[in-house]
Structure formats: C-alpha cells, structure tokens
C-alpha cells in the first residue's frame, strides 16, 4: 500500500507487499530473533545520485505495475493504492514535499515558503507559486485548497474519501492578499498539518462529488507536475506519460515514463529481457537471484515503510471473539514469515512489533504478542473451545479460516501457505480462497468480504496521523477490520493535537499497547525497499520517504 500525497492514511499493496521465497516449503521453524536496530544498517535513500547537468537530455524509463489504476483520483478510497500512487507522483506536487531524512520541507516549484504563523487558533499560510498552474494553464489557487478541503473534511457525505483526518479540524480556508496567498485556519490543534499540503485537487473536481467519484476512473486528474498523461492503453495494460507542455519548473530529463501492468511473475523476465528498467525485488528471493544475473544492473537497498500483516475481519464469526484472534497472533510464526521474506534478499530479518512506527523510526517499541503456541491453546480455552482429536470444537463446531488472496501474486500467496502452515498444524485448517488481482481490493478487501487477508500497508513521513484511518473509527474507509476500540478515539485526538513531539510519542505508544490488546490486525515483518535498476539509472530507486524529484530522474551521461 504509501501516502505519501496525502499524509492521511497508510497506502495499500499487493505484490511488493509479500513473502517470500519460491522453492520453500512454508513449515514454522523459528530461526533467531534479529535485532530491530539492524534495519539502522541501511540507508534512508539508495539510488544513485547525479546533478542535473550530469543526465543525459531525452529518453524513455519504462516502469512495471502490478495494474493500472481503477480510480486515477487518489483522494477516492478506490485510488489509494500503491500503483495508482506510484504512477500519478510524476503528475502532482505541492507546497510540501520529503526530503530524505523524513523531514517536510518547502517545495519551491509550488511555494515561496509555508508557515505556521499562529499557534492558538492554529494558523497556516501558504504563499503559492503564481507561475504554478494545471495542465490547461488555469493557475493554482487559494479556490483549488478551499474546494480540496471541502472535499476531503467529511461535511459531505456524497465524496468517498480515504480519510477525513487533519481536513476535519480545519474551520476555514481563506484568501489572504491575492489569490496566491491560502490562510488555513485549525478548529483544533493538527500536530501533522503538513501532511495535507503534498497535493492539491482542482477546483473543478473538489467541487464536483461526481467528478471526485466516477469522473477519472478511466483518465488521469489534470496534471500539476512536469509529465502528463499521453495515452491509456487499457488492453495492453499501457499508461504512457509525457512532458506536460505546461510545466513551470525545470524541464524534465526523460521524453516518457511508460508504466506497464505486469504480474509479479512476469516481472522478473521482463526486467531481463530489458522491457522494464526497474524491479520491485522485496521479499521475492527468486527476482533477486534474477536481477543479479541481469548484466549492468544494479540492486539497492534502504530502510522501508511498508509492513506485511494479517487483516482479520472481526464483527463477525470466529474472530469476533478477541481471545480468537490473539490465538492467532500466537501460533502464527511471525519470526520464520520475516526470515524467509528478508534474508534471501540481502537485508535484515526483522518482525514488525508496532501498529504506528517503522523499526529505526523515532517511537518505535516493541509490543507484539510473542511466538506461543502454549498462549495460543490457553487463548483458544479461554474463548470457549477443546481440543478434539485434530482439531479445535466450540459448540460441536471445529474452528477453521479462509484467507482471501490475489491470485498469479506469488509473495502474498506463498506468505498465506506459512499461515496455513502454522495454523494447520496446530489444528486450525485455513483455506486459501483466489481472487483475481484487479478486485482484490474494490471487490473484496474494501466490501468486508474476507475473513483474513495478508498483503501490506505502506506508510507515510506522518506515522501518528496516518495510521488512525486503519483501526479508528469503526466506519473508517480503511478500517477493513470491521471493529475498533473505544480507547483509541481519545487518544489519537490526544495524540494529534499535541505539538509537543515527546508528549505525542508517549501518546502513540499508549495507541500501540492498546492495538495489541484488542489485536485487530496482526504485523508480520517490515519490509525495506530492495530494488534492481537498469545501468545508468539515477535519482530513482530504492528509498524510505524522499519525494522522488521527476525532472531529474533519467540515465546518466555517458
């Protein structure tokens, strides 16, 4: 899943969001515990940089998907998506962007500077580029964030958004001296108010819950960046970028960036067959063996944010019961899940032990259930069920699951086989159920139609605020869980309104032992980026939150 744009949830994935290691029998032998300090031993960002003057003019980077977008509007829940982020970066932009320390920071190409310029109410303003402009020409203005804001701060229920937080605590957005200058003013206190600034709609679609909805599933929002959509190929699964004739900033290096819809196991041949420049190797053992047998190819590694879990759909069944699902969080082997996802790959094997924080992010704790099988089977007496013969009865009924998963996306399937692994053995049978990959999400994940599915949430430079949409609340367009608790509403108010960054972290680690007490998702293992990019490729590749700057990304010069 990344976010990125928006600052307001996590981003969903699908293949870059797996296990493991084809050839290898799933089974749960536990090797060592790793250091959650070794994923300090990579950097923030691993590609290889080069100043503009050092890249060649022109050029074609062709760049793999698993699939083209359903909804090109990533404000709309059916757009938040890793691909559909992925392939709209190098048509957006806003006042803020990331540098690669995780830090927000101006972006000049659509800002003179952003400021917060009072504390009680919480004031922001906002001085625009007036040389930024859309696609068609018409300025970017102070009428673009007011029609944002009123679409994304749940006032009105006709737009489907991701998330409504930080917008919801906005109480106004006026014009200060021009129509260049945006004055946001806070109802409370918003501690990651950068975090909405990365990315602004046009008037035209904040304005239309139409437009907003339905009106780009087949067509990119007007671009803001320097490329533009030239041509969708919806059979050949083609989306074809080109240089936005309108672009203010500097002119971009490459001529197009073509993204192509190719399944995850696809994609290890293309790139050796030169039809793509860049693959996405995390966790997948076999891409990496590929890649090092690829001549001129360069693989890199740093620290990541995407986290591989178990979502359990618990208004109902089984998983209802709380004592059900922390039984599942025990017998699942978390450690052999992370071992066999990140050590064939080169980079270190470590579980996911917090709902908020990435290990080597600031807060980071570790609170996760351990590895029991014993805690597993006095979890499961405690919900009411005995073990007969091989299985577990409640009621004269043996428990068993099913785990949705995308079909032809090996690493989800082959993370879903160790939890039937781990599960089958101690007496739980677990079906895996294939769907196809295109309505995973619109089709199953998003409607509740699941008991369990494992694929990753990738997160954003803003954690506190960011992950609130997966757990709280209950009707949270990303809280596929189907629950939340009580507890958590306060203290993420608490933990959002607080400008203080220590008082914040103790709020956020309160979150996260609350989150293990009700366990409505089970994190599995952090992956870093770890990728594979064609000779010559430069500023862009692997790396853990720096804005990617797409007017120089291309080949070096010769």
């Not at 917008?167 to 950068?194: K, L, P």
């Not at 420049?277 to 966790?283: E, K, R, V």
């Not at 050590?343 to 996760?368: C, K, L, N, R, W």
Request: glycine letters at 8%.
């Amino acid at each position: 899943m990344i976010r990125k744009a928006k600052g307001l949830g996590a981003l969903a994935l699908l293949g870059a969001a797996a296990l493991a290691i084809a050839g290898c029998a799933p089974g749960n032998t536990a090797p060592p515990s790793a250091n959650p300090e070794d994923q300090n031993s990579l950097p923030s960002t691993a590609w290889v940089r080069a100043d503009a003057a050092d890249v060649q003019d022109g050029g074609d980077l062709t760049l793999a998907v698993d699939s083209l977008p359903v909804n090109w509007n990533n404000f709309h829940i059916d757009g938040n998506e890793a691909n559909t982020n992925d392939i709209v970066a190098a048509m957006q932009g806003g006042p803020i962007k990331i540098d690669e320390s995780g830090k927000p920071v101006v972006d000049e190409n659509y800002a003179s500077s952003v400021e917060l310029t009072n504390e009680s109410p919480q004031t922001v303003e906002i001085k625009l580029n007036p040389d930024a402009k859309w696609e068609d020409g018409t300025p970017i203005t102070v009428a673009d964030y007011q029609a944002t804001w009123k679409a994304n701060n749940g006032t009105n229920p006709d737009y489907v958004v991701i998330s409504t937080t930080g917008w919801d605590q906005i109480s106004s957005v006026e014009q200060g001296e021009n129509e260049f200058d945006v004055i946001m003013t806070f109802s409370s206190v918003y501690a990651d108010w950068q975090g909405l600034l990365s990315q602004v709609l046009p008037a035209s679609v904040g304005n239309d819950p139409t437009a907003f909805n339905t009106g780009y599933l087949t067509t990119a929002l007007p671009s803001s960046g320097p490329f533009k959509l030239a041509s969708l190929d919806t059979t050949a699964g083609i989306a074809t970028l080109d240089r936005n004739p309108n672009w203010w900033g500097q002119t971009p290096k490459l001529d197009t960036v073509v993204f192509r819809a190719v399944s995850q196991d696809q994609q290890g041949t293309s790139f050796s067959n030169g039809e793509i420049d860049a693959l996405n190797i995390s966790a997948n053992a076999d891409l990496y063996q590929t890649a090092q047998n690829v001549q001129g190819a360069q693989i890199q590694a740093s620290n990541g944010l995407t986290w591989t879990h178990i979502t359990m759909r618990a208004s109902d069944g089984p998983l209802a019961d709380v004592n059900v699902r922390k039984a599942v969080a025990s017998i699942v082997n978390r450690e052999q899940i992370a071992n066999t996802a990140n050590s064939p790959v080169g980079v270190p094997a470590i579980t996911q032990g917090s709902y908020v924080f990435m290990p080597g992010q600031d807060g980071y704790t570790d609170e996760a259930l351990p590895y029991d099988t014993d805690a597993g089977a006095k979890y499961l007496e405690d919900a009411g069920y005995t073990k007969d013969g091989d299985s577990w009865v409640k009621d004269g009924t043996p428990l068993s699951f099913s785990v949705t998963v995308p079909a032809d996306t090996a690493t989800n399937i082959q993370r879903a086989e160790q939890i039937q692994a781990d599960l089958g053995e101690f007496g739980i049978p677990v079906e895996l159920n294939a769907v196809p990959v295109g309505g995973y999400f619109s089709e199953y994940i998003i409607p509740g139609d699941f008991q369990m599915v494992t694929f990753s949430w990738r997160g954003t430079a803003y954690p506190i605020s960011s992950s609130e949409s997966l757990f709280s609340p209950v009707d949270s367009a990303q809280n596929y869980t189907g629950i939340t608790d009580d507890r958590l509403a306060g203290l993420w108010e608490e933990a959002n309104t607080e400008l203080d960054p220590d008082a914040r972290l103790q709020t956020a680690e309160e979150i996260d032992k609350v989150l293990w007490e009700y366990v409505p998702i089970i994190p599995i293992a952090p992956l870093p980026e770890v990728y594979a990019v064609s000779e010559g490729l430069v500023n862009w590749g692997a790396r853990q939150f720096e804005t990617i700057d797409w007017t120089i990304v291309g080949f070096a010069n010769a």
